[in-house]
């Protein structure tokens, strides 16, 4: 077997493995599977709950449905967005300048007693989108790792790959 000196060596692209990964893929199928059962019930007995509720409670009810709504588009655009890398339509390059339209900003901050007026299963969505949200912000780091690739010279793969294996598995030291 021969060997490719060290400088014509391509480092692996962490971000295009993660995006075919296995892990995507489940990432990609409950994303997409708690967006419909969201719009399923926020048009069906979501709707009719809130109809029920007193003034406080409705108030808070459309509040937090329309926050949990645009987390979910945002997640799924991010989803569709990094499919379209796994299955080949696009690459890594391309989604990364794409993503800047997909605004992932941290978790909304909720008021407590709001959140209790909620329906319970409004509550539900809303903590299993924010857990969905919160892998999805990390895969994104890991994937678009913009900050590790900056401060890595050029000239060094094994630093560049050092510093993208820091990045995924949020070490200070690997």
């Known amino acids: 077997m021969s060997e490719k000196p060290l400088n014509e060596m391509q480092p692996v692209s962490f971000g295009e493995r993660l995006a075919s990964s ?5 990432l990609f199928r409950d994303g997409m599977a708690l967006v419909e059962e969201t719009a399923t019930y926020l048009d069906g007995s979501g709707r009719q709950q809130s109809k029920r509720l007193e003034r406080a409670a409705a108030l808070a009810y459309a509040t ?10 945002q997640l799924a655009s991010w989803l569709l967005l990094h499919r379209a890398v796994k299955e080949g339509e696009m690459s890594l390059a391309q989604a990364s300048r794409e993503k800047s339209k997909v605004k992932l900003a941290s978790t909304d901050a909720h008021d407590p007693n709001n959140i209790e007026l909620l329906p319970a299963t409004l509550r539900d969505l809303i903590e299993r989108a924010q857990k969905l949200y919160a892998k999805v912000r990390h895969l994104d780091a890991t994937i678009h790792n913009q900050g590790a690739a900056e401060r890595v010279p050029v000239g060094n793969p094994v630093e560049r790959q050092l510093g993208l294996l820091k990045a995924a598995f949020g070490a200070e030291k690997v």
């Open 64 to 73: 937090e449905s329309m926050r949990l709504t645009t987390r979910l588009m």
């Open 22 to 26: 296995q892990a995507f893929a489940d």
